[in-house]
């Protein structure tokens, strides 16, 4: 609260005769503000929301009684994706075998150009049934993080309605050096 102190002693006089009333000084004392302060960010504390965390909606398939028939895909609607370092993308359709390794085994990038991921998923989801198209992406061991993320959001962006995280080969690993070592990545 506020106090008047009249402690002080009486005042200067200038020139004779002069009076002047005293100077009363004021103090304010501020320990109930400290208090209101401290009830107004409790308040405030209390009544804020929590930002809620961001994650991507999967929607996981329904365990089926064999456990060979949940995993089955056709070969003509698969597109298979592999993730290797430095933004590299590699990219083949249906099965990946020695005789065909050479044809179907393309690179890509995370564009939505010409040679862009996007373009080709576009282009095989326009070409296969919607039943039977299937996005099977497999991150290399020196992919980063932020890659797996953009071919899961191309994945949204695409509106792909099915596709799989699945560990990559050996075999495919090897390709995917090899390929890395002609184009000179690093």
Known sequence: MAEMDTSSGGGHKKGPGVKKGKKLSTRVDLTPMVDLGFLLITFFIFTTTMSQPTAMKLFLPKDADNPEDQNKAKESGALTVLLGKDNHVFYYEGILDN??????????????????????????????????????IKPGAECTYKNVVDALDEMSISDVKRYALVDISEVETQLIKATEGATGAK
């Open 99 to 136: 005789s065909n390794a050479s044809t179907k085994f393309k690179s890509a990038n995370f564009g939505n150009g010409e040679d862009g991921l996007r373009t080709e998923i576009i282009r095989k989801k326009a070409s296969t049934p919607d039943k039977d198209f299937v996005v099977v």
